[in-house]
Structure formats: C-alpha cells, structure tokens
C-alpha cells in the first residue's frame, strides 16, 4: 500500500501543477501555432522550449517530476478539486501565487475519519435525574462526587451519550453546579448557593402551607406544552400481513397547550389550545409576556379558587420586571434617573461605577408583571427553583395526556388532532392530579430531608481538607481533585 498523501500535501501539489500550466499558457518559448512564421523562427522556439529537462508544454509531466508522484496520483487529486477560474497576472510573483486555490479548495485526505460534534440535549427530566445522581454521591454511596465518576455513573444508569466536558458543562451552566476549592487544592462538587436556597424557601412555603391542613390555601400548578400532530406510540402489536401503524418521523404541525390545575383538578375554563405559527416545537418562541398575561386576565384569573397559592417557573414571558433596574451596561443617564426617582441622593460628578455601586447598595427585590398580576387579585405566587421541573405535577399531567393522545393518533391526521387533544384534557380525572400532587409532596419531602442531610456531610468534608477557600473554574484542577480521591464521607464522620 502506498504513503497516504495528506491535506496540505495536496493542496501543495495542485499549487505546483498551477504553476506549471499558467507557465505553458503565458510562456513565449511555446512553439507557435501559426502556420504562417517562417520555419526558421518555429525551429528556433523549438529549439528553446526543448532546452528544458521536460518542456514547457507538458505541465502534467512537470509536476509529476518536481513532486515525486505518478501520473495516475496527480490526476486522481486533480479530478478531486475543482478549482473557480479566475483572472491571473501574466508575470509569476508572489501576489501571483496567492491567487492559486486557497483553503476553500483544499482537498482532503483521503479515508480520514473526523470526530463530528454530537449536540446532547436533555430535558427537564434528565436534568433532575442527573441532579440526584449527583447527590446520591454524598447521601446513598457515602463518597465525594467527581467528573469522573458521575459520567460513568450516568452513561451506566442514565444512557448519557456526552462525554467529560459536555457532562461539565451540563453540570456548571445548566444545573448551578459548582467546584469548590478546599485549601489543601482538593475539589468539591457542591451545588451554587443561590439555587440551593431558593429550593429551601420555596420548600419552607410549601411545608407550612401543608401543616395547615383543611384551612391551608389551594394550589395551582400552571404551565405550558407543545405538542404535534404526528406525536404516537413507538411501539404497537403488529404481525406482518395486518394493518399496522406507520409512524410519520416528521414532526408535522405543532399546538401550544396552555393550562392550570391542581389536587382539585384543571383550573374550568382556563384551558387555552393554540397552532404554533412555526414548526420548530418551541414554544418559547410563541409565547411572551402580554400573550401570557392576556391568558391569566381573561381565562385563568376569573376562574382560580379565591386566596389561592400560585405556582409558576422561571420562563422569560413569567418574568417579565415591572420596573427595570439599571445594569452596569446602563446608560449613566438611565442610572441617574432611577436614582433620582428613587430618592436616592449621589453627585452629579460621579462616574458610572460610582453611580452603579449605589444601586447595588440600594437595590430592591425584583417585582415581575406577573406576580403584581395574581397579586392584586388576591393570591401568593410562589416561583419553583430553577432546574426542578420534577416538584410540578402538571409536568406528569402533560405526560399523562400525551400517553393518551398518542394511544389514538393511529391515522396522525391534522384535522382530527385538535378534538382528540381535547377528549385527552377531558380524560383528566381528579384522582389522576391527587396522584401526582402526592408525588411532588413526597419528592418535597425527600428533598427537605436530603438537604440537610448533605449540608452536614458536605460542611464535614470541607472541614475535613481544611476549610473551604475558593470557587474553581479549571478543569485541571478537577483532575488533580480526581486522580487522589478516595476518602469516603461515612470516614469522616467519625472524626
């Protein structure tokens, strides 16, 4: 087998091979075509043009001596780019030679295999049952979390097909992980601060709002899904000579489902089924803040048990500030008309910094369009932590009608979607939502429990390797964390 050619050697080859033919084209030692010259001058060129080891009229020749390579070779490279025509400078020169086929001509190397980037998406389920694998780390298995482990952990139990800097990524920037660094250089996987009190207050709430029992306030879960018109069941009982279900892989035409409810059942006469205008499945795209409150005024608002909790998510359209707090990218006019709104007295001489660091000391808690909204009509809104769509019954609902929907979606015909997408809203009974509201109380309960249980452990650790020092973002570090890990937590304790 010959020496592979690669890449650049190519594209190399072809720039000589240009040379070559650009010289034979423009050269003035080409033996002239012109039967009208005088014999003497035709033998004369000739004379010259032979005076080379291979004349100049053989550009393939040429190239295949100054390059080493057979004919056969050159041609098949030649065959493999297609250089664009385009206007060359008579005279060779370096600005010449520039203008021979670049990068967008290059080839290839032949048989090589490149690694194509896998895009890894996970919903909010995978995301919840990642967190708990994270945390069965300090409460089941009784030892520190590492990238290491979680990802074999995680491609055993969850099929996750991302390898160490996707799971990093997914841990850091979509579940507010982050690594701690102890002051002996060892790491610790802990989840930021911020997430993991807002999963306490919100739980707190939730917990004394239950204590109270026949005279606690009603809660309704709200939230939004998607679904389209070729949604069906993977799998049917089928032999091969009966009719069977051939399932459309094209998504098809999507609808927005927008609806409330809770352990009394769906919120009556809040449901809200819409077309998407576009294909993509996002409905995020579809909705915003004045469609949202447009919603809650005219169909929910008017229908909602009085003095009830609401429970909502951190979508964008839901939180949407009724007043917007200057930024540090602010206009220095911007933050000095807030202030000066606010009564908050500075100098008209301060600088943009300046101005900014007032605001931070005097900066209120955020108020949202949509919490003044349920407000004023008398009800509590409480957020759910980022990441935790598991603590949202209506999240099992939506599962629950699509089960359904798809179970008689045989034909996947557009026009009789919409009717059964209702006959499956209908086929929600209020047992169906007790169910799932006794889930997301057990599921609360666990997390209460849970939490405090790895707040001990995790602060038992940290003391363990010395005290906690810093945050880290290197991810050679982690490696190092990694490579010398084995103290178990169930250790410590005894200490």
Request: charged share 30%; net charge positive; with cysteine.
């Amino acid at each position: 087998m010959g020496k592979t050619i690669h890449s650049k050697e190519r594209a190399l080859i072809l720039k000589v091979l240009a040379f070559f033919e650009h010289e034979k084209k423009v050269s003035k030692f080409l033996i002239p075509v012109d039967p009208t010259k005088s014999a003497n001058k035709i033998r004369e060129h000739k004379k010259v043009n032979d005076s080379f080891i291979i004349p100049v009229d053989q550009p393939i020749n040429r190239t295949c001596a100054a390059t080493g390579i057979s004919k056969s070779t050159l041609m098949r490279i030649k065959k493999q780019v297609r250089p664009v025509a385009r206007s060359i400078s008579p005279v060779p020169s370096t600005s010449w030679l520039s203008q021979l086929p670049g990068p967008s001509t290059e080839p290839s190397t032949p048989g090589k295999k490149r690694k194509s980037t896998k895009k890894i998406n996970l919903d909010g389920f995978d995301l919840v049952a990642l967190r708990n694998l994270v945390n069965s780390f300090y409460t089941v298995k009784k030892e520190i979390p590492t990238l290491k482990k979680i990802l074999a952990a995680a491609k055993k139990d969850l099929n996750f097909q991302g390898e160490r800097t996707t799971l990093r990524y997914i841990l850091k920037n979509q579940l507010g992980y982050k690594f701690k660094k102890c002051k002996n250089a060892r790491l610790v996987l802990i989840q930021k601060p911020d997430i993991t009190a807002w999963r306490a207050r919100y739980l707190r709430r939730m917990r004394e709002n239950n204590k109270l029992g026949p005279n606690k306030k009603p809660v309704t879960y709200l939230d939004e899904t998607w679904i389209h018109s070729h949604y069906t069941v993977k799998k049917c009982l089928q032999n091969s000579s009966d009719a069977t279900l051939m399932k459309n892989t094209n998504a098809g035409q999507c609808w927005i489902l927008v609806h409330a409810g809770g352990e009394y059942g769906f919120v009556p006469g809040a449901e809200l089924l819409y077309k998407c205008k576009n294909k993509t499945g996002d409905y995020q795209n579809e909705m915003d803040t004045n469609f949202f409150v447009k919603w809650l005024s005219e169909k929910l608002l008017p229908n909602l048990p009085p003095n009830g909790l609401v429970v909502i998510d951190n979508a964008p359209y839901h939180s949407t500030q009724s007043e917007k707090i200057p930024c540090q990218s602010s206009l220095k006019s911007e933050m000095q008309s807030w202030l000066t709104k606010n009564n908050i007295s500075f100098d008209q001489k301060m600088t943009k910094p300046e101005l900014y660091h007032i605001i931070r000391l005097n900066k209120p808690e955020k108020k949202y369009v949509v919490d003044d909204l349920l407000r004023e009509h008398g009800h509590e809104v409480v957020r759910l932590p980022p990441y935790h769509c598991d603590l949202n019954p209506i999240e099992y609902i939506w599962n629950l009608i699509k089960q359904r929907l798809a179970d008689k979606n045989i034909d996947q015909s557009e026009k009789l979607f919409e009717q059964w997408t209702r006959e499956a809203i209908k086929s929600i009974t209020v047992e169906d939502w007790k169910k799932e509201v006794d889930h997301i109380q057990r599921l609360e309960e666990e997390y209460w429990v849970k939490d405090r249980l790895q707040e001990h452990q995790e602060r038992q650790f940290i003391k363990h390797l010395g005290g906690e020092e810093s945050s880290s973002d290197s991810e050679s570090e982690e490696e190092e964390y990694e490579s010398d890990m084995s103290v178990k937590i169930e250790e410590l304790s005894d200490d």
